[in-house]
């Protein structure tokens, strides 16, 4: 995929900030620091459009991307971050969900793992809330440059079987080598229509 036009639209907390088009949307879910501002990045092929850091928390809004003026990505404040207090992860709990259950125009969304580690207990969760509210879901295990290759096929067998996953709702990717991102965009493409 080409990508000439990317524009950060709104940073958005609740429903009446969202755009008003009709393009269809993807989000991207996953723990704090797991990596999903390094994944809209590469796919959008850019270096550090989405901000990055090695803190978690970095993100702490609805980040509207829109890509092509065809697509937005939905870059989403991680879960499960410490560091801030109950009330505002409460907060951001809602903001979260009343996205993710409300929005009509959501087509997917992609679940980023760590693929170093086991799934945990809330990528499973997150992983039955999507399903609950039928959402598309392509679980996307990151960080796979820090894994040597002969060792990937053991990790991809622990995801697939902790998480419960066929071969096609799996995708290994690195946001170093960029591996595994023609895989994510062609199911994004199956998902949108785009
Ligand atoms: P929050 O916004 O805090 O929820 O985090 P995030 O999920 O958006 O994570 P972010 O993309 O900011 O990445 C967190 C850290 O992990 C950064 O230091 C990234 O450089 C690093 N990182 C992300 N993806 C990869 C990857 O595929 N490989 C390696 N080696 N590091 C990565
Ligand atoms: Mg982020």
């Given at each position: 995929?080409?990508?000439?036009?990317?524009?950060?639209?709104?940073?958005?907390?609740?429903?009446?900030?969202?755009?008003?088009?009709?393009?269809?949307?993807?989000?991207?879910?996953?723990?704090?620091?797991?990596g999903k501002s390094s994944l809209t990045n590469v796919l959008v092929n850019r270096k550090?459009?989405?901000h990055t850091s090695n803190q978690p928390g970095k993100t702490q809004t609805l980040n509207f991307y829109n890509v092509e003026n065809k697509i937005y990505f939905v870059d989403i404040p991680g879960y499960g971050f410490a560091r801030v207090s109950k009330m505002e992860r409460?907060?951001?709990?809602?903001?979260?969900?009343?996205?993710?259950?409300?929005?009509?125009?959501?087509?997917?969304?992609?679940?980023?793992i760590d693929g170093r580690h086991k799934p945990t207990q809330t990528?499973?969760?997150m992983k039955a809330f999507l399903e609950y509210y039928q959402i598309p879901t392509?679980?996307?295990?990151?960080?796979?440059?820090?894994?040597?290759?002969?060792?990937?096929?053991?990790?991809?067998?622990?995801i697939k079987k902790t998480m419960g996953l066929n071969d096609?709702?799996?995708?290994?990717?690195?946001?170093?080598?960029?591996?595994g991102k023609d895989q994510i965009w062609n199911w994004i493409q199956q998902q949108s229509g785009v």
């Open positions: 995929v080409n990508i000439n036009n990317v524009n950060l639209e709104i940073s958005a907390v609740e429903p009446k900030q969202y755009p008003r088009s009709n393009h269809p949307e993807i989000a991207l879910v996953g723990r704090s620091n797991v550090n459009y989405a409460e907060k951001w709990a809602t903001m979260i969900e009343t996205y993710l259950t409300q929005r009509n125009q959501l087509d997917g969304a992609i679940n980023l990528d499973i969760q392509l679980i996307v295990a990151t960080k796979m440059d820090k894994i040597k290759k002969s060792h990937w096929n053991k990790s991809k067998s622990l096609d709702q799996l995708v290994l990717f690195s946001a170093k080598t960029r591996s």
